[in-house]
């Protein structure tokens, strides 16, 4: 792995924090782990850019995700395998099926560099390249996507405060802020 390629972080009280390489969620878009004793889905929505850890562990039991090839507001669809329930990643809400309206608890996690990862968790575990799977590991195969003006196949709002359709931002709890603003003013 290059120094600065990118990987969800996962830290986990009392366990050795996971990285997971967004070169590998970036063609498979789902990594149902469990750490310690907690089962995880970690996500990542190439389209929208967002990788979203969640609990497993729901009323209706632990489940297992996939990924639905569906989308809606330009963010990706997945399924649970135990009820084939819709889940909206960007939110961890179930939308159609069994278990539509039940949350998902998300955990934290955040994008860091291979290198920023390595270095502050030297006993960290990293997930391997998939066994079986040949893909152009590394490569965006929806490229020209982050370029364009419009996410394909939204309608809905354009982002309040003048915001890019398309650009990056930071998400924390209920709150986001646009990486350009970040990066202009350092702190907020």
Same mark, same amino acid.
């Given at each position: $792995?290059?120094?600065?390629?990118? /990987?969800?972080?996962?830290?986990?009280?009392? %366990?050795?924090?996971?990285?997971? +390489?967004?070169?590998?969620?970036?063609?498979?878009?789902?990594?149902?782990?469990?750490?310690?004793?907690?089962?995880?889905?970690?996500?990542?929505? +190439? *389209?929208?850019? @967002?990788?979203?850890?969640?609990?497993?562990?729901?009323?209706?039991g /632990?489940? @297992?995700?996939?990924?639905?090839?569906k *989308?809606? &507001?330009?963010? $990706?669809?997945?399924?649970?395998? #135990?009820?084939?329930?819709w889940? !909206? #990643?960007?939110?961890?809400?179930?939308?159609?099926?069994?278990?539509?309206? $039940?949350?998902?608890?998300? *955990?934290? @996690?955040?994008?860091?560099?291979?290198?920023v990862?390595?270095?502050? &968790?030297?006993?960290? *575990?990293? =997930? !391997? %390249?998939?066994?079986?799977?040949?893909?152009n590991?590394?490569?965006?195969?929806y490229?020209?996507?982050? @370029?364009?003006?419009? +996410?394909?196949?939204? &309608?809905?709002?354009?982002?309040?405060?003048?915001? +890019?359709? =398309?650009a990056? /931002?930071?998400?924390?709890?209920?709150?986001?802020?646009?990486? $350009?603003?970040?990066?202009?003013?350092?702190?907020?």
């Amino acid at each position: $792995m290059s120094p600065r390629e990118p /990987v969800i972080t996962v830290e986990l009280e009392g %366990q050795a924090p996971r990285g997971y +390489p967004v070169r590998y969620l970036m063609w498979h878009e789902i990594a149902n782990d469990t750490i310690g004793d907690v089962p995880v889905a970690v996500t990542f929505c +190439p *389209l929208c850019n @967002s990788g979203i850890t969640f609990d497993r562990r729901t009323d209706a039991g /632990v489940l @297992s995700f996939g990924v639905s090839g569906k *989308l809606r &507001n330009a963010d $990706m669809i997945m399924y649970d395998h #135990q009820t084939e329930s819709w889940w !909206q #990643q960007a939110i961890g809400e179930g939308i159609v099926g069994e278990l539509t309206g $039940m949350e998902l608890q998300s *955990l934290p @996690s955040w994008m860091e560099s291979w290198e920023v990862f390595a270095s502050r &968790n030297p006993e960290g *575990l990293m =997930m !391997q %390249q998939p066994e079986g799977h040949l893909r152009n590991y590394g490569e965006n195969p929806y490229l020209r996507y982050d @370029s364009s003006v419009r +996410p394909f196949l939204y &309608n809905g709002e354009v982002p309040p405060h003048d915001i +890019p359709a =398309m650009a990056r /931002v930071v998400r924390v709890g209920e709150r986001a802020w646009p990486l $350009m603003r970040l990066s202009e003013e350092r702190e907020i």
